[in-house]
């Protein structure tokens, strides 16, 4: 029996009047599982055919809403629906009392993301995690739904900053139900657990009111403000760039999130060297067995990584404390080493991993980082977790937002010592 908060009854239960229902809050509030079930128990009544969900990429949209740890459409559905794909693109298929089903899923995170969409005519549709979504693809979602018989949109969202374009050229405009959820709407987390995250967020003004409060504010003290997207995020590796070695890094645990990440090292015409992200692997810990999770690095992302670049890594570079990680990959062929997590390095005043962070901190402003969008395996963790990775009122590196991050450094700490320093 599924337990819900009264929070997350009324939502999924509420009459459906207005043009936009948000959702936004804390992490962990328990919002996406409501929305997942608000938006099925629209498609129970509606008149119309084709839906979408859209997300950073499709399969962020899947994970989110469709898969859904366990919770998602694939199991409300269960018996009556299965995954299908025709000319316009992959949907879940429903066969439903009030008419067939086409819930289309769609990645939403660049520019031209609204082009696998023109031509569509949709009766509603799920925004997951608005705020890292394309504006040019949000609005062209909005177009799609004008003919619609029973017209209808949802989103869901962390609290973005203040100052977040999607506040006024979205909600602000469109007629929006906008509802505020906090880490105590949600009926499975524990007081203790609670109270364990209170305290995290307590170290950071910036943490407590995001994370805990669930309300908008401007990040302080983030680690890596230098980076900038318009500048170190691309599409590809330029063209100019000769790749000169292929390697991984990683960080992961039994409940914490686990990241992979692909590095080419290339060198420009002027003999110069860069770094670029190429792919990342990522998955929020949890549910899959370390086992598993292996499996998919080994038979299916590493694999990837090779085929596109035509290249073979040279060494595999993971959390010497993920043992479990290690010895799960080297069972599957893949002999990995102990990352270098900086923990005996001394840079003047800077100690352990601070020298670490000062080194990718220099690769950035240095132009000699990047991180490549893979349509695959992009940089949608990436991104969340370097606008979020911040320091406390002492200067110390907070223990959140940095499973990618841990892995970029271990990364750059490879290509920093043997091809900059």
Same mark, same amino acid.
């Given at each position: 029996?599924?337990?819900?908060?009264?929070?997350?009854?009324?939502?999924?239960?509420?009459?459906?009047?207005?043009?936009?229902?948000?959702?936004?809050?804390?992490? /962990?509030?328990?919002? $996406?599982?409501?929305?997942?079930?608000?938006?099925?128990?629209?498609?129970?009544?509606?008149?119309?055919?084709?839906?979408?969900?859209?997300?950073?990429?499709? &399969?962020?949209?899947?994970?989110?809403?469709? &898969?859904?740890?366990?919770?998602?459409?694939?199991?409300?559905?269960?018996?009556?629906?299965?995954?299908?794909?025709?000319?316009?693109? +992959? =949907?879940?298929?429903?066969?439903?009392?009030?008419?067939?089903?086409?819930?289309?899923?769609?990645?939403?995170?660049?520019? +031209?993301?609204?082009?696998?969409? $023109?031509?569509?005519?949709? %009766?509603?549709?799920?925004?997951?995690?608005?705020?890292?979504?394309?504006?040019?693809?949000?609005?062209?979602?909005?177009?799609?739904?004008?003919?619609?018989?029973?017209?209808?949109?949802?989103?869901?969202?962390?609290?973005?900053?203040?100052?977040?374009?999607?506040?006024? +050229?979205?909600?602000?405009?469109?007629? $929006?139900?906008?509802?505020?959820?906090?880490?105590?709407?949600?009926?499975?987390?524990?007081?203790? /657990?609670?109270?364990?995250?209170?305290?995290?967020?307590?170290?950071?003004? =910036?943490? =407590?009111? /995001?994370?805990?409060?669930? &309300?908008?504010?401007?990040?302080?003290?983030?680690?890596?403000?230098?980076?900038?997207?318009?500048?170190?995020?691309?599409?590809?590796?330029?063209?100019?760039?000769?790749?000169?070695?292929?390697?991984?890094?990683?960080?992961?645990?039994?409940?914490?999130?686990?990241?992979?990440?692909?590095?080419?090292?290339?060198?420009?015409?002027?003999?110069?060297?860069?770094?670029?992200?190429?792919?990342?692997?990522?998955?929020?810990?949890?549910?899959?067995?370390?086992?598993?999770?292996?499996?998919?690095?080994?038979?299916?992302?590493?694999?990837?990584?090779?085929?596109?670049?035509?290249?073979?890594?040279?060494?595999?570079?993971?959390?010497?404390?993920?043992?479990?990680?290690?010895?799960?990959?080297?069972?599957?062929?893949?002999?990995?080493?102990?990352?270098?997590?900086?923990?005996?390095?001394?840079?003047?005043?800077?100690?352990?991993?601070?020298?670490?962070?000062?080194?990718?901190?220099?690769?950035?402003?240095?132009?000699?980082?990047?991180?490549?969008?893979?349509?695959?395996?992009?940089?949608?963790?990436?991104?969340?977790?370097?606008?979020?990775?911040?320091?406390?009122?002492?200067?110390?590196?907070?223990?959140?937002?940095?499973?990618?991050?841990?892995?970029?450094?271990? %990364?750059?700490?490879?290509?920093?010592?043997?091809?900059?320093?």
């Amino acid at each position: 029996m599924i337990q819900f908060s009264e929070k997350q009854a009324e939502w999924i239960t509420a009459p459906y009047r207005f043009t936009l229902d948000v959702a936004e809050g804390s992490p /962990r509030s328990g919002k $996406t599982f409501a929305n997942i079930a608000r938006f099925a128990l629209h498609k129970i009544t509606s008149r119309d055919t084709n839906h979408l969900i859209v997300g950073y990429s499709q &399969e962020q949209a899947y994970r989110l809403a469709v &898969e859904g740890d366990g919770f998602g459409l694939l199991h409300i559905f269960d018996g009556r629906c299965s995954m299908r794909h025709d000319d316009n693109g +992959d =949907y879940l298929f429903v066969d439903l009392p009030s008419g067939e089903k086409k819930i289309y899923i769609k990645g939403g995170g660049k520019a +031209d993301s609204k082009k696998a969409i $023109t031509g569509l005519s949709l %009766g509603s549709v799920y925004f997951c995690e608005i705020d890292l979504l394309h504006p040019e693809m949000v609005q062209e979602c909005f177009r799609r739904t004008f003919a619609a018989r029973d017209r209808w949109h949802i989103a869901d969202l962390n609290p973005p900053a203040p100052q977040h374009p999607v506040i006024k +050229d979205v909600f602000e405009v469109q007629n $929006t139900n906008w509802s505020h959820w906090t880490i105590h709407d949600n009926p499975i987390i524990s007081e203790e /657990r609670k109270e364990e995250i209170r305290q995290t967020c307590l170290k950071n003004p =910036y943490l =407590y009111k /995001r994370d805990w409060l669930g &309300e908008r504010a401007i990040p302080e003290g983030v680690i890596y403000s230098m980076f900038d997207p318009a500048k170190h995020l691309l599409e590809a590796i330029p063209e100019d760039i000769l790749p000169v070695e292929m390697f991984f890094s990683g960080d992961g645990g039994l409940t914490d999130a686990t990241s992979i990440n692909c590095w080419i090292i290339g060198r420009t015409k002027e003999r110069r060297m860069q770094l670029y992200k190429v792919a990342n692997w990522y998955y929020d810990g949890g549910q899959k067995a370390m086992s598993t999770q292996a499996r998919e690095i080994a038979a299916t992302f590493a694999p990837y990584c090779r085929e596109k670049y035509r290249m073979h890594e040279t060494t595999w570079k993971i959390d010497p404390a993920c043992k479990a990680l290690r010895k799960e990959l080297e069972l599957l062929g893949i002999w990995t080493e102990g990352a270098d997590n900086n923990a005996h390095d001394i840079k003047g005043s800077s100690k352990g991993i601070k020298v670490g962070i000062e080194y990718l901190q220099s690769a950035i402003q240095d132009g000699r980082f990047f991180v490549i969008d893979d349509p695959r395996y992009g940089a949608e963790h990436f991104l969340r977790e370097i606008g979020m990775y911040c320091v406390d009122q002492h200067g110390n590196p907070i223990d959140a937002y940095n499973h990618d991050m841990d892995a970029c450094r271990y %990364g750059n700490n490879y290509f920093y010592k043997n091809f900059v320093l």
